[in-house]
Nanobody, 127 residues
């Protein structure tokens, strides 16, 4: 069974940066497409970023394009999300997710593609 644990959230001032981490355990990390999603209060969960098995392909939501950078360290079984220029509208619970059925080794931008989810880490952007 895959287990995902996010960390790195917290309170950040507008314009600030942070790096979220997601530690993967239970299976072979390097065979999973990974993604980050977020859910703000009163809103549906939305896609943020995704990365392929080997990290050679990535995709981002338009709302974070140019400010977010997803990466992975397959040797350390860890997924990262670096976000710069944070704004209050980035406030949300951020979740990492794992897709074990992406046989092409590509990316996945819809939540329904992911079988495993972490518990989330809160990011609050406020002055």
């Amino acid at each position: 069974q895959v287990h995902l644990v996010e960390s790195g959230g917290g309170l950040v001032q507008p314009g600030g940066s942070l790096r979220l981490s997601c530690v993967f355990s239970g299976r072979t990390f390097g065979r999973y497409t990974m993604g980050w999603f977020r859910q703000a209060p009163g809103k549906e969960r939305e896609f943020v970023a995704t990365i392929s098995w080997r990290g050679t392909r990535t995709s981002y939501a338009a709302s974070v394009q140019g400010r977010a950078f997803i990466s992975r360290d397959n040797a350390e079984n860890t997924l990262y999300l670096r976000m710069n220029g944070l704004q209050p509208e980035d406030t949300a619970v951020y979740y990492c997710a794992a897709d074990e059925n992406n046989v092409s080794g590509g990316v996945a931008v819809v939540a329904e593609a992911y079988e495993f989810w972490g518990q989330g880490t809160q990011v609050t952007v406020s002055s």
